[in-house]
Structure formats: C-alpha cells, structure tokens
C-alpha cells in the first residue's frame, strides 16, 4: 500500500515538474521576444540612416555626385529629382541627467548653446557647466550655457551637473561628457604675387588673397582688403584680387591680406609678402658720329668749344600736378617716360654739335683767306 501511494506522489511531482517547466520556458520565451523588441525598438531610436531613393542609376540616369550639382549647398543630398535634408545624429539616453549638444556641426564665429536637460524635466538647481573638468562659472538655476562667438580655443568635453528638486530632495547628479569640436571657418590667407614677388618694372603685377569656406557654408561670404607698409591700400570689398598695371620700384614693400566675414565676428591675416620690383632694363645707346679730328684754327679765330652735357632733367614735385596721380601721389609711369624723352633729347643735341662742328671746317677750307694763309 505505502509502495502504491509513494509511486502515485511520485508521479504527481513529475506532472508538476513538467507543468512548471512548459510554464517557464513558456514565460522565458515570452520575455526573449519582448527583450528583443525593447533592442529593436532602441536600436531604432538610437540611429537616423538617409536612404537615396532615386531613380535606378542607369547610364542614362545616374546619380549625382558632389562634382556634379550646380549648388554647393545641395552637394551630397540631392539626386535627380529627389532633394533630401542634411542628415544628423539622433542619441537617445536614459539617463538622469543629459547635455545637450548642437546637432550640426559648430564653426568659428557662430553660436554655441549647451542644455543641461533633466528626467522628464524635472525642476534642477545649482546647476553647473565644466569644460574639460573645470568649471565655467558659480552654480545656479540657469540650465542653459551659451558662447556668443565661438572658437577654435572652446574646442573640448563638457559635462554639467545638478541637484533634483524632485521626487527626493538634494539627489545631485552628474550628466555624460560629450565632446564639442569647434571647426575652423577658414584657413589663414596666404598672399601671393603674379608673375613674381620680383617683377620688372614696366609690366603688371597681380596680388591674390587665396583662402576658402567649408562646403557647409558656401553660401556666405568673405570680405578681402590689403596693406603695405601697415597702409591699407585697397579698402575691404569682395574682391580678393588687389591689381597694379605698371609696378614700379615705389610698389616694393611688405605687404600682407585680411580675409574678414561680413558681421567681422572671424577675420584672418595673411603672413607678410616682401616685394620687390627690379629696375627697367636700360635701353640701348643711341648711335654716336665719330667727331673728325680737330683741326688748328685760323689765326684770329677762337677754338670752338664741344656743346657739353644737358643738365639733369627736373626733378617733378608733389606740388606740379603735371606728375600727381587722382590721388595725389606721383605717377612713377611719368616720370619713367618723361625720363627718357629727356635723354633722347639730350642725344640728339650731342649729334647737332657734332654736325655743327663738321659744318663749320668745312666751310673754313672754302673761305679764300684760309687758303691763302695755307699756301704761305
């Protein structure tokens, strides 16, 4: 009898081992699907992907590549007939305490805004901001830290930190860092002269400020002025070009660039450019006649002095305004020209001399008392 009942409990215990294990695996099955929707559900929420959904690309069709499309600001996120939006980075937490960070990227000069964003947005106080761990300011009730114009130098991890006010009282918390790279707006200019930082006097001569915008901000613009000697010779405008028709040896200087936004929150200076303009190349002498050798003159006759030298060619003062430019500095094109029509005046009276003294003997050997005084 007490065999019969021990073997029927027996069995009743494996009929509830069984029962409790199909329950269990049922429940574990139950929890692995919901544990795995929870992942997906996160997974999806945690990731933004862009999907170009254009035409098949195809020969006649294909799709377009940066070097392609017309507007700069519509490069990479544009495709025949489809026009997306810039993409961003979506991160989802769950912690207490977060910071919030701008989506976009950040460049010199614009402004940085940080959020110290609580559970729900539960009520904080003594909040406070750190940059790299160190502090950037007393703590208050501001959840918000801003920098009107940002720069390279505010590049680094924030975190901030605050203490609830509900559902506990005093429960300080401290958010995740999260790194802020400050991007640079534009490289520093670099000047440079065409043909030469050593052009011949005479010719042209052409500065260019080369510097460029990142993609993302094509659409702005940048303003250009130029200096020599630490005078500004070309005001700021949008030219990035400053030109010189004629250099002379006045344009030799230092000069450098400034490359300036248009609000002037970022400007840049270029390192300076010596230059130095070479003489104009000397001209070829003009041909001379061979003065015929002196010849004694007659008795009673004075010895006909050679006409000597010109006198050096006045010096032109700011005062002339002959030899002014518009802007009232002398023209050193004028003084070029004006130069050499002096000394071409100065040539041509060296060969009237010449000619005037050949002239002369020749009609002493024809006057009869110069002949007579020969013969004797």
Excluded at 54 to 60: A, I, L, Q
Excluded at 62 to 73: N, V
Excluded at 94 to 107: E, M
Aim: aromatic share 8%; with cysteine; net charge negative.
């Amino acid at each position: 009898m007490l065999k019969k009942i021990s073997v029927g409990v027996a069995g009743d215990l494996n009929t509830v081992t069984m029962k409790l294990g199909c329950v269990l695996m049922a429940w574990a099955l139950y929890l692995s699907l919901g544990v795995l929707w929870v992942a997906q559900m996160l997974l999806a929420a945690s990731f933004e992907t862009l999907q170009c959904e254009g035409p098949v690309c195809t020969e006649e069709s294909s799709c377009h590549t940066e070097d392609d499309l017309t507007d700069a600001r519509e490069a990479g996120f544009q495709v025949k007939a489809y026009t997306f939006s810039e993409p961003f980075h979506l991160i989802v937490s769950y912690d207490w305490l977060i910071l919030q960070g701008p989506a976009k990227p950040v460049f010199e000069g614009d402004l940085l805004v940080l959020r110290c964003q609580a559970w729900q947005d539960w009520p904080l106080t003594q909040v406070t901001f750190y940059r790299d761990g160190s502090a950037l300011g007393p703590p208050g009730p501001n959840r918000e830290f801003s920098i009107a114009v940002v720069q390279e130098a505010d590049s680094g991890h924030y975190h901030c930190s605050g203490i609830f006010q509900s559902p506990g009282p005093g429960i300080p918390e401290t958010a995740s860092v999260v790194a802020i790279t400050i991007q640079e707006l534009f490289p520093v200019p670099i000047l440079r002269a065409v043909p030469s930082a050593e052009p011949q006097a005479g010719g042209p001569m052409t500065l260019s400020c080369q510097t460029k915008l990142p993609l993302q901000r094509s659409a702005a613009h940048l303003l250009f002025s130029f200096y020599k000697d630490g005078r500004i010779v070309q005001s700021r405008g949008l030219f990035s070009e400053f030109q010189i028709p004629t250099a002379s040896e006045d344009h030799s200087g230092s000069y450098w660039c400034e490359a300036a936004t248009e609000d002037n929150q970022v400007w840049k200076q270029s390192p300076q450019l010596e230059i130095r303009v070479q003489g104009a190349p000397s001209s070829a002498a003009p041909p001379t006649l061979n003065p015929a050798p002196q010849k004694s003159a007659a008795p009673g006759t004075a010895p006909e002095e050679a006409p000597g030298p010109l006198p050096p060619p006045p010096t032109p003062s700011s005062e002339d305004p002959g030899f002014s430019s518009p802007l009232g500095m002398p023209d050193p094109h004028l003084y070029h020209q004006m130069g050499l029509l002096l000394k071409h005046m100065q040539d041509v009276r060296v060969l009237l001399g010449h000619l005037l003294m050949e002239l002369r003997e020749l009609s002493g050997h024809r006057k009869p008392g110069t002949t007579k005084a020969t013969a004797e």
